[in-house]
């Protein structure tokens, strides 16, 4: 099955599902494995990327059980995770085609296209080149925290949230937008089960501390976060937790 946005059907509509694949004029990423790879291209002036997922192969999905994960099949778990975003609000790319073909989970293909961020970069590129302007930094931190806590409050994990998965387009006046990125394993998080929160943040604190964030930027993260200036015990705890896992 092959499905088109309905605005870019004139675009797209004369593809099959070899077509979509073919689409990559310029390799961006691919998986240590080989069964996912990301490539961009151009098509009637317009920029896109298209995903394309191979295949896990047998071996791949019983270790996935065996560590008592969920393997990712194909390219479903990003379309809902896409959509299910942009109805909540929550910052994205915008879906432009996916497909799936075959029954077999082992080796079945499937894609997903969509389009690119103009102007937007990578926020662990930004974020070292803009240490001294605190205004901008305060500001991201606080989107960043809201955005998060939208998330998690639609009991969504992103599973790998890292600041090289959430990009930044500014204009020229100081506004920014923020968008969050590789999202093909966001899946539905038990909302009473914290350790898929702490994975999440954990990651966040981490690859953030990496870039030199303070323990102010953390602060004002929180505080962002929780929706409150003083934590409750709980919340306490469970930034001690995020803490020692980013250690």
Known sequence: MIWIRPDLRGLFGGLDFDGFLALGQRTVKRSADGSRHTAAFVRRGGHFYVKAHHGLGWLEIARSALQ??????????????LTHCAALGIPVPELAAWGARGAN???RQSFVVTAELSGAERASSLLPEAARDFTFRSAFTRRL???????HGAALAHQDLYLEHVFVRRDALGHFELFLLDLHRMLPAAPARSRWRIKDLAALHGSARALGATRSDAARFLRAYSG????????????????????
Not at 68 to 81: F, M, N
Not at 145 to 151: D, E, G, H
Request: with cysteine; charged share 35%.
């Open 145 to 151: 925290a809201t955005v998060v806590a939208r998330l």
């Open 105 to 107: 989970p082992a080796t």
């Open 68 to 81: 008592g994960k969920r393997p990712i099949l194909d390219a479903r778990v990003e379309v809902r995770a």
């Open 228 to 247: 409150a200036q003083r934590l409750a015990a709980s919340e306490r705890e469970l930034w001690r937790r995020c803490a020692r896992r980013a250690r």
